[in-house]
Nanobody
Framework: QVQLVESGGGLVQPGGSLRLSCAAS????????MGWYRQAPGKQRELVAA???????NYVDSVKGRFTISRDNAKNTVFLQMNSLNPGDTAVYYC?????????????????WGQGTQVTVSS
């Protein structure tokens, strides 16, 4: 019913920048919170940043001042601008969205996930 497609990952040198995008499509009535998580090898998935419909944001301490999350509500898209990247940021990055789907029979809000995009920071 709902798909999230990420783009923008890749290989970057320490100190470099990347911009991730995640577009939601499908039977969307509304989207509440959107966010980015990451999972490094051997580690648990962690929240990187999240943003509400009205634009309120929160970040994990390790990315504050370096990463910026934003969204385009008209296009159901969330972005993550990542600056001053370091090897500790290397991980698979996943976007998610809390999406309300309305049919003739029901209204339901579920969390959907993208497939993940690899970010590698290395010289």
């Amino acid at each position: 019913q709902v798909q999230l497609v990420e783009s923008g990952g890749g290989l970057v040198q320490p100190g470099g920048s990347l911009r991730l995008s995640c577009a939601a499509s499908g039977q969307i009535f509304s989207i509440l919170s959107m966010g980015w998580y990451r999972q490094a090898p051997g580690k648990q998935r962690e929240l990187v940043a999240a943003i509400t419909t009205r634009g309120s944001t929160n970040y994990v301490d390790s990315v504050k001042g370096r990463f910026t999350i934003s969204r385009d509500n008209a296009k159901n898209t969330v972005f993550l601008q990542m600056n001053s990247l370091n090897p500790g940021d290397t991980a698979v990055y996943y976007c998610n969205a809390d999406v309300t789907v309305v049919t003739s029979l029901t209204s339901r809000t579920n969390r959907y996930w993208g497939q993940g995009t690899q970010v590698t920071v290395s010289s």
